[in-house]
Every structure is written in C-alpha cells, then in structure tokens.
C-alpha cells in the first residue's frame, strides 16, 4: 500500500524555523518527483516546492524562494522540507505528495499543521 506520512508541524514564532518530514511506505519514493503543498484556512491548496528523482533539483514558489529548502535522504525513504524565516502567511497544513502538479493520480499525505504566531 503506498502511503505518505508527513511529520514536524508545530506552533513557531514569527521567525522561527522547522523541519517538515515526508517518509514513503510501500513503494520507493526515490523514484517520485516530490512536491510539498499547503493549504490556508479558506485558501485553495498551492504548490510550495518541488525535488525531482534522479538529479534532485529543485523548484520553489517565490513566497518561500529563499527560506525553504527542500532535500531528499533516499537511504530513509524520506524527503525533507526546511523552512526558515518563517512568516505568519505560513500558516497552514502542509502536505507531500508524489508529484509536483494537480493530477488525479497523484498520492497525498493526510497533512501536518504549520501554525506561525507569536
């Protein structure tokens, strides 16, 4: 069964940092591009960042471009989301999935809350 299970959400300041886990079962996610996604309250679902398979490149929206940083440890089945600096407007439930785009095939995390406040 392949599932994605996303981890490393909490309460931060304004400023503060975390680290966001993404780690596969039942399948290599090696092999996926990886995007990480969020979701505001009354806000539509965005694309926040992108790891290719193969050479790893990456890509960032410009809201994050600069802060956020994303990586993949393929000896742990897991990607990684770095997120620095971090904003109010941050906040958010932040998923993974095996993909970088909005396409019915692609695999979701059931979600970590992101909450940015003082």
Not at 23 to 42: M, N
């Amino acid at each position: 069964q392949v599932q994605l299970v996303e981890s490393g959400g909490g309460l931060v300041q304004p400023g503060g940092s975390l680290r966001l886990s993404c780690t596969a079962s039942g399948f290599t996610l090696d092999y996926y591009r990886i995007g990480w996604f969020r979701q505001a309250p009354g806000k539509e679902r965005e694309g926040v960042s992108c790891i290719s398979s193969g050479d790893g490149s990456t890509f960032y929206a410009n809201a994050v471009k600069g802060r956020f940083t994303v990586s993949r440890d393929n000896a742990k089945n897991t990607v990684y989301l770095q997120m620095n600096s971090l904003k109010p407007e941050d906040t958010a439930v932040y998923y993974c999935a095996t993909g970088c785009e909005f396409d019915p095939s692609v695999s979701w995390g059931q979600g970590t809350q992101v909450t940015v406040s003082s």
